[in-house]
């Protein structure tokens, strides 16, 4: 009786299994020889891959890192510039805002870290 219960449940996981199964007939190429090209490309595709990042940790190959920090840098400041031509506040509230929002992040670092802030001290020792 037990049986009869599951007979359903293995048909309906026997017509997923065939139907995955012939979907992926369908995409294989007909011709072992396609096969092997395709096997030939993705072998040569991995090999690449690895022995470019072998070369990068080595350090034998050439980083772009510097170009890539160098163009973040340039894209910052046109962003910058631009925001602050069509800022709605004037220079100067926009100074002052800029000010206070460091200044209340150099206290929440402070409390965070348990520093208190240096005070200027006298170079004569008062």
Known sequence: MRL????PFLGVLLDTGLYLFDSLRERLPDNVDDIKHQVRDTYD??????????????G??????????????IGVGIGV????????????ETRD???DKVSDFGERVR??????????TRTDGE
């Open 45 to 58: 595709t991995a090999s690449q891959r690895v022995s470019r990042a072998t070369n990068a940790l080595r």
């Open 97 to 99: 805002d800029i000010a």
């Open 81 to 92: 510039g631009v925001g602050m031509l069509i800022a709605p506040a004037t220079g100067e």
């Open 4 to 7: 009869r219960k599951r007979d």
């Open 111 to 120: 409390e965070r870290t348990g520093k208190k802030p240096q005070s200027a």
């Open 60 to 73: 034998e190959e050439e980083s772009h890192i510097f170009g890539t920090i160098g163009v973040l840098l």
